[in-house]
């Protein structure tokens, strides 16, 4: 006669639960033991404040079944794979910042969403952007009606204004822990910059600011935005009903084919990237490579860009991400002075030469890349997020 006892894990004392929760040692085992059932989840607190800080992950497309999402952590070669239903390939990244997610979709809805947790916020939608004039559903093929800065009107379809009118949004703040965040976005068309703030239905064009779109970020409590040649926009939408936008015209002319902003401890850094570009005969495409990185670092007293030639212990994350710097020595195997990249200038980046995908890392000291393994081609390209629960 058999002894064994068959044990309800489900049941297990809450008091057992939440000993076991506060000695997990990494985001992974949290993120498992969350998912186990309804009383695991309760007893492992959203805030996991004993965790050490997870090193930033790489979204990954889509991939069978269609629900899931792989996210690929460089330091460790872990893929991590997460029932995300709402980035599903009718809707477009337009950025991540402080581990959230912002997604456009084909309707006029764009919403942000924490892949971990999978709570969301709202966004204003496409149709509340003062140079849309009109969105009707049923124009199929013109469903929004846009006015140009030179006061042309033009249409626009559902999936253009998804992939085409905005470049990139960014937050000023997690949404989680500051409700009264804002969003910026840079808009691809006409090189304008718009935001709003939480709880706004509309967004509102910086008007002053045009041209200023190859990059920005929230730094000192304000809207950095950065022009191609390195100028700054300074952008307050925080302090009054319009933006206050004050300028730093450096007067120099930086080089490079992409322009980001990157804040690094406090320390402001514009970070040049170089594009090769080579036509593939046989698809008759431009294929772009990057080839190496320029880093500058703001000199408050001159207001001018210094180059420098070593990021120390810095390591820096680009691409359709908001840009951010993190301490290598805060991760055990990381090697500071690295910029880690993606392909965020196309959307549908065909291989190159050599059959790569141009996501890797770069050593600032010798000027080497290390590339990542390619991922499946898709239209919409990977992008960094800081994998966080609160």
Known sequence: MSNTTTVDWSDLPPELLQTVATNLQTLSDYIRFRAVCKNWRGAASVTRRHLPREFPWLMLPLSRPFNRRGFFNPLTSNLHRLTLPEASNSRRRA?????????IDESPSIFLINPLTRDKFTLPPLSSFPNVTNF?????????????????????????????FIKKVI?????????????????SRHENLAYCKNGHDSWQIVNEARSYSEDAIYFRGAFYAVDKFGSIAICDVVSGDSPIVKFINTGQQ?????????????????VSRYLDFEIDMERYFEVCKTVKFRVFKFDWNSQKWEGIDSLDD??????????????????????GNRIYFTDDYSGANYDSIAGDYDVGVYNLADGSIESFPCYPRNSHWPIWITPSLC
């Open 171 to 187: 937050l000023s703040h997690n949404p989680n822990t500051e409700p009264d965040f804002s969003a910026f976005a840079i808009l």
């Open 254 to 270: 930086i080089s490079g084919d992409m322009q980001y902003l990157v804040d690094a401890m406090g320390d402001l850094l514009l």
């Open 136 to 164: 009707d559903f049923y124009s199929i093929g013109r469903e929004y009606t846009l006015r140009s800065p030179e006061n042309n009107l033009y249409y626009c379809s559902l999936r253009e204004m998804r992939d085409s």
């Open 95 to 103: 950025g991540s910042s402080f581990g959230w997610l912002i997604l």
């Open 314 to 335: 810095k390591v820096l994350f680009l691409g359709g991400n908001s840009s951010f710097s993190v301490v290598a020595s805060d991760y055990k195997g990381c090697k």
